[in-house]
């Protein structure tokens, strides 16, 4: 490590410090607080999923024909402009977005436990967040 970078890392130790406290309360209180069993993070989610289906009027049960007749590509006529059906445009969307949740998955639990020892102390995370720790941090926590 050069003078500088050594200088950038002593500057930023305090700055670690002072946001450790905070993290540590969010993981503790947020995320791994437990209500019946269940995770708080858990029963929020479930209590957005209820708030949107009774104020949107149960949009997601009213219209899943609807969407699953758009995606047959029931509403598309062969003169429509364009090369994408409606179905290779779901699949591709689907796709995408599981893929982006899988990398910012995998990224979240890379960063927590580089930067804690999070999975030794309180250990609820998956067999992809065993598999990211041994393979990527294997000689940090020893």
Request: net charge neutral; hydrophobic share 50%.
């Amino acid at each position: 490590m050069t003078h500088s970078e050594t200088g950038i890392i002593s500057w930023l130790k305090p700055i670690e410090a002072g946001f450790q406290s905070a993290v540590d309360w969010v993981f503790q209180n947020i995320f791994f607080y437990e209500i019946c069993g269940f995770p708080i993070i858990v029963l929020w989610l479930i209590t957005a999923a209820v708030f949107f289906t009774f104020r949107l009027g149960f949009i997601n049960i009213r219209l899943f024909k609807h969407g699953i007749k758009v995606i047959a590509g029931k509403y598309s006529s062969p003169d429509d402009p364009g090369e994408v059906t409606h179905f290779q445009a779901f699949t591709a969307a689907v796709s995408a977005t599981v893929g982006l949740g899988n990398i910012a998955g995998v990224a979240v639990v890379s960063i927590v436990v580089l930067f804690t020892d999070f999975p030794r102390r309180n250990d609820k995370t998956g067999g992809g967040a065993e598999f990211h720790r041994y393979a990527c941090f294997r000689d940090v926590h020893s």
